[in-house]
């Protein structure tokens, strides 16, 4: 360290512009330096520190003394020596600090050490100072050179601090920092891009995540091309956890995507993006067997063929020359060509994949194509382009319709030696009624053997109910009827239905809900329940039918829609039914009775008839317990 005294004298040949004071002529300044430099008078250039010693009453000038050497020596630490003479030394620092000086020091204090202290404090403030001016060129130089903005935002405040290359960035240059806000920076963004960049910068002062843009400006680059920004941004917080800050960068990436764009609009030449990737899609492109094809829409919106793979060609019996840039109706003509442009046109407007299936006349024969068409969306979010792919299913068409007929031969077989066994049985009954009627000699015998008779009768007309179900030939004559009462009408005929080893019991509540109802199918269906019950018990159990009014907490499992409904079920103690078997209970066909012992029809006749109803069914079964069926009919009024 080097310590110099300079007479003022001297000092005034030093500082340019220090104009002479008599008073000053008492004053005593010593400069420090960490590293000697002098001209050739000796003459100190800008040192590290200095301490002005006052004397007697210089105190009203040293004011201006020392503006006027931080005019001259901007970087040189400048420290006030205090006499314990010059009274109150809190005022004077104060004076001395806001006319510019360092530091104030008592001159009991002063010596050598403080003197080193002072100066490695000068040292270093003066690092840190030129380190601050650095850094400031090189965020200059960065947005100079590589375009970059920065800006800050204060959202509870809504102020803005930005950076000269932000102010261009946003085509904002001339406008005063107070007069940017955040509907300013909005509306310099595209309407298109507005809504999308608000939410992430919201998404970012919530912290759901960080900012991570890029959008396009509202107007567009010198080449009259789309003007690009990406963005990033952190969010700082104050000390409760409340957003205080959102400070980031922005810079230009239009060349990036308009080459993005170019390459979006090479999607219209004839080998199909082959330059994307040429050895996947390309080979897909060229060996599929489905018709592969993209359209786009020009600028009079007709859409025209951009690529066609060799399926599709093979299909429409044309080159790829003579299809692309063509129409879908100008290559396959009005009725072909006329059902792809509609299907085209569906994705390409609600801009979500459109998908069907239609026959075509193609070189005089029936072909079915599965088709799927997938708009395209170009850089501005416009669907403009559909890529499409038909797949010729004729062959699978006829697989199906043959395995359906087999299907179909297979069902009726079942069905019909269902239908004869049931038939058989009725008649075997009526042949036995009828061989009875010749021995009867009472009339007890006579009435015991026609109520049989109606009963058998009831089975036969519950058969032929489950066919014309089954056919959807008839419609319910509905009318509002007591649902207890039309039990207790057909409990008799239920008993002579099951038999005498099958107990029948009822548990019918008080004031149940009337009904509406075909009397005559509710009839049938409780036979038809009736006699499933009796088959799953083997022709002894207990059947019970139970009736129920319920509200819709109660409703069977929420099959039905809110309102009243009266349970009609049926249970019995028979064998019961797997999961598996009682998924399929109601399906037609569906039986577990050996071939050639039942239509399998029953349970779905009784499932129609209570939908044919506004009603439905529940079907519960455990299986070595019993099933119950709960059927369920809207309130009548």
């Not at 512009?17 to 002529?25: D, I, N, S, T, Y």
Request: with cysteine; hydrophobic share 40%; net charge negative.
């Amino acid at each position: 360290m080097f310590v110099l005294t300079i007479g003022l004298p001297d000092l005034h040949q030093q500082l340019i512009g220090l104009k002479a004071h008599a008073a000053w002529h008492s004053l005593e300044v010593d400069v420090a330096t960490s590293c000697f430099e002098a001209d050739a008078s000796w003459r100190v250039r800008k040192p590290d520190a200095c301490f002005v010693r006052m004397r007697g009453d210089d105190i009203r000038h040293i004011e201006q003394f020392i503006c006027n050497l931080r005019a001259c020596w901007d970087a040189t630490a400048i420290y006030v020596v205090l006499d314990e003479h010059d009274g109150e030394v809190e005022p004077l620092e104060q004076l001395f600090m806001a006319a510019g000086a360092t530091d104030c020091i008592r001159s009991c204090e002063l010596g050598r050490p403080m003197q080193e202290h002072c100066l490695r404090r000068a040292v270093r403030d003066r690092e840190r100072m030129r380190a601050h001016l650095e850094r400031d060129h090189f965020f200059e130089l960065m947005e100079q050179d590589m375009g970059v903005g920065l800006w800050q935002w204060d959202p509870r405040n809504d102020f803005y601090r930005w950076s000269d290359q932000e102010y261009r960035l946003f085509d904002l240059e001339g406008v005063a920092p107070e007069d940017v806000s955040y509907t300013r920076w909005r509306d310099a963004i595209h309407p298109d891009d507005q809504e999308r960049v608000e939410a992430e910068i919201g998404r970012a002062i919530v912290g759901v995540s960080a900012y991570n843009s890029v959008f396009r400006m509202g107007t567009p680059g010198a080449d009259g091309l789309p003007r690009w920004l990406a963005g990033v941004a952190r969010l700082r917080r104050d000390r409760s956890g409340a957003p205080s800050c959102l400070y980031g960068v922005n810079w230009d990436v239009s060349a990036c995507r308009n080459v993005q764009s170019e390459a979006m609009r090479r999607l219209g030449c004839t080998d199909c993006l082959s330059h994307l990737m040429p050895n996947i899609f390309q080979q897909y492109f060229k060996l599929a067997a489905d018709c592969l094809f993209h359209v786009k829409e020009d600028a009079g919106g007709v859409l025209r063929y951009t690529a066609i793979n060799p399926a599709g060609c093979a299909h429409a019996g044309k080159t790829v020359q003579e299809i692309v840039g063509k129409t879908p109706v100008e290559v396959l003509g009005a009725e072909v060509g006329g059902i792809i442009d509609t299907g085209l046109r569906q994705a390409l407007h609600s801009g979500k994949p459109f998908s069907y299936k239609h026959s075509f006349d193609m070189g005089g024969a029936s072909v079915t194509f599965d088709a799927v068409y997938i708009p395209i969306a170009d850089e501005w979010g416009r669907h403009s382009g559909v890529l499409g792919c038909a797949r010729d299913i004729t062959a699978y068409e006829c697989l199906q319709t043959t395995l359906f007929q087999a299907q179909k031969m297979e069902v009726l077989g079942q069905f019909s030696s269902g239908v004869a066994h049931d038939f058989n049985n009725i008649l075997q009954n009526v042949s036995n009624l009828i061989e009875l009627f010749g021995y009867a000699r009472e009339p007890d015998q006579t009435t015991s053997l026609l109520k049989r008779g109606r009963a058998v009768i009831a089975c036969g007309q519950a058969l032929t109910s489950r066919l014309l179900a089954f056919a959807r030939k008839t419609e319910p004559l509905a009318k509002v009827l007591d649902p207890n009462v039309l039990i207790e009408n057909v409990r008799e005929i239920l008993q002579l239905s099951v038999g005498g080893g099958i107990e029948i019991r009822t548990a019918l509540q008080a004031g149940v809900w009337p009904v509406k109802a075909d009397p005559g199918q509710l009839d049938l269906m409780l036979i038809n329940l009736a006699v499933n019950a009796r088959d799953a018990m083997g022709g002894t159990g207990t059947l019970t039918i139970a009736t129920q009014n319920v509200a819709l907490c109660d409703d069977a499992g929420g099959i039905l829609p809110a309102g009243d409904y009266v349970c009609i079920s049926v249970s019995d103690t028979g064998s019961g039914m797997s999961a598996d078997v009682l998924a399929r209970a109601a399906q037609p066909f569906f039986t577990t009775k050996p071939v050639g012992q039942g239509t399998g029809l029953g349970l779905s006749m009784v499932r129609t008839y209570l939908r044919d109803m506004a009603g439905d069914c529940k079907i519960v079964s455990v299986p070595g317990q019993g099933t119950c069926v709960s059927m369920y009919l809207p309130r009548a009024g």
